[in-house]
């Protein structure tokens, strides 16, 4: 164990995470999502929801200030009734994790798969809300 690492965060999570450097890409997927046959490298989070593992990233994953859109969402398929509640509460954690609050991304679901398999990891959750996936793109650690 360690002081200050949120306890939903394996030792595989946080080692793919201090991997990675500025403008890379990682993917909170949720239950539905094809995760492992996208992954370059995958990393099983299986019964975490991921409102709770993305308020513990943000907590050690600074966004990135550079770009625009540094979190990206799969649309809704046209003529889907889905309204996702949960990208809400997406927008609520990252007010309260980051400098800024950027705008979401959407991105079409099989663009969204083509993005998933350059992404550095893919983090498989046990998320059951539709259109739960979300894409972070790794900040500078200025602190």
């Avoid at 995470?17 to 993917?27: Q, R, S, V």
């Avoid at 539905?32 to 019964?47: E, Y």
Wanted: proline letters at 7%.
């Amino acid at each position: 164990m360690l002081k200050g690492i949120p306890s939903i965060i394996s030792p595989d999570l946080l080692k793919i995470l201090m991997e990675m450097g500025h403008g890379d890409e990682f993917i909170l997927a949720d239950g539905n999502f094809p995760a492992a046959s996208c992954a370059q490298r995958l990393v099983r989070c299986d019964g975490h929801g991921i409102p709770q593992l993305l308020d513990a990233v943000l907590k050690l994953f600074p966004l990135d200030t550079y770009d625009e859109h540094p979190v990206s969402l799969m649309a809704v398929t046209p003529g889907d009734p889905i309204k996702p509640a949960i990208w809400d509460e997406y927008q609520s954690i990252i007010k309260n994790n980051s400098l800024r609050t950027p705008n979401f991304e959407f991105i079409e679901r099989f663009a969204f798969y083509e993005r998933a398999k350059k992404a550095y990891a893919i983090v498989a959750t046990g998320e059951k809300a539709l259109y739960a996936n979300i894409i972070l793109k790794k900040g500078v650690v200025t602190e």
